[in-house]
């Protein structure tokens, strides 16, 4: 085999998904999650009201440009920080673990941001309880949703993100 051959053979497999792809793969997960929360968080906050979809959607953007990103750079830093601080923990442990972590700390987050957007902190009282309520009422979703995501889509993901 010349060299000719061999770099178009390692051209060929080295095929990378482009960039749009990325993207658009990482942007359904945020709305998967964070508008599922949020969704759930402004219903906890105000009930099904004719302006729920309105409220809901602020809450889901002002989560999307503060919390989401926050949330996704202290994923990844937990998952490089679990892998050496666990070494002898198994792939899937840790992935739960890292999961249950980044659930906590995702939702607190999103229902502090929704019940700031629904709520408003004129009365203190009342946006802890939104807060509160946000949090535990949306709190089985979201492991639910942090642990099945870890678990299984977060591996294919990562994955595909490498290539």
């Known amino acids: 085999m010349n060299t000719q051959t061999v770099m178009l053979q390692s ?5 990378k998904t ?3 792809q990325k993207i658009l793969v990482v ?6 999650m964070g508008g599922t929360l949020t969704g759930v968080m402004t219903y906890l ?3 099904y009201t004719e302006t729920f ?3 809901w959607v602020s809450s889901f953007l002002t989560a999307a440009v503060t919390i989401i990103p926050l949330g996704l750079t202290m994923m990844v830093l937990m998952t490089k920080g679990a892998e050496k601080l666990l070494p002898n923990m198994t792939i899937k ?3 739960a673990l890292v999961g249950i972590i980044m ?9 502090f941001t929704t019940a700031l957007n629904n709520i408003g902190l ?13 949090l535990l009422g949306a709190l089985p979703v979201a492991l639910v949703l942090m642990l099945t995501i870890s678990m299984t889509i977060k591996p294919k993901i990562d994955k595909f993100l490498k290539n």
Not at 103 to 111: D, I, K, L
Not at 122 to 134: I, K
Request: hydrophobic content about 45%; aromatic content about 8%; glycine content about 8%.
């Open 11 to 15: 051209g060929i497999e080295e095929k």
């Open 18 to 20: 482009p960039m749009v």
């Open 27 to 32: 942007l359904s997960m945020i709305t998967l």
């Open 45 to 47: 906050n105000l009930g």
């Open 53 to 55: 979809f309105a409220d």
């Open 93 to 95: 442990a840790r992935d």
């Open 103 to 111: 659930a906590c700390v995702m939702e607190s987050g999103m229902a």
């Open 122 to 134: 004129d009365n203190r009282t009342e946006f802890f309880s939104a807060w509160l309520d946000g």
